[in-house]
């Protein structure tokens, strides 16, 4: 079973930049696609971004679209998300999550089964 640590979180202004670490370890991870989604104060945890399991292929939410770039390094078993022009409404907690099944690309919540922890994203305004 893979373990996931999310990382980089804090407190940021408006339009500064964070970068979010996620560290796996325990079971694979070249082989699987993996994804970042966030949850806000009362709403459901939705879609941020995913990336394929060689970094080649990536998708965004609208909402984040040329502000978020994901990116991942298989040898430190390591997925980045670098976060860019940050808005209040990008204030959050972000999980990074690891696919089900392997090469995969669905967006879907129930398309991964493995979550860390999250870490804090809070943007002033």
């Known amino acids: 079973q893979v373990q996931l640590v999310e990382s980089g979180g804090g407190l940021v202004q408006a339009g500064g930049s964070l970068r979010l670490s996620c560290a796996a370890s325990g079971g694979a991870f070249s082989t699987y696609s993996m994804g970042w989604f966030r949850q806000a104060p009362g709403k459901e945890r939705e879609f941020v971004t995913i990336?394929?399991?060689?970094?080649?292929?990536?998708y965004y939410a609208d909402s984040v679209k040329g502000r978020f770039t994901t990116s991942r390094d298989n040898a430190k078993k390591t997925v980045y998300l670098q976060m860019n022009s940050l808005k209040p409404e990008d204030t959050a907690l972000y999980y990074c999550?690891?696919?089900?099944?392997?090469?995969?690309?669905?967006?879907?919540?129930?398309?991964?089964?493995?979550w860390g922890q999250g870490t804090q994203v809070t943007v002033s305004s």
């Open positions: 990336i394929s399991a060689s970094g080649g292929i990536a």
């Open positions: 999550a690891r696919h089900r099944a392997s090469y995969s690309l669905g967006k879907a919540e129930g398309d991964f089964g493995s």
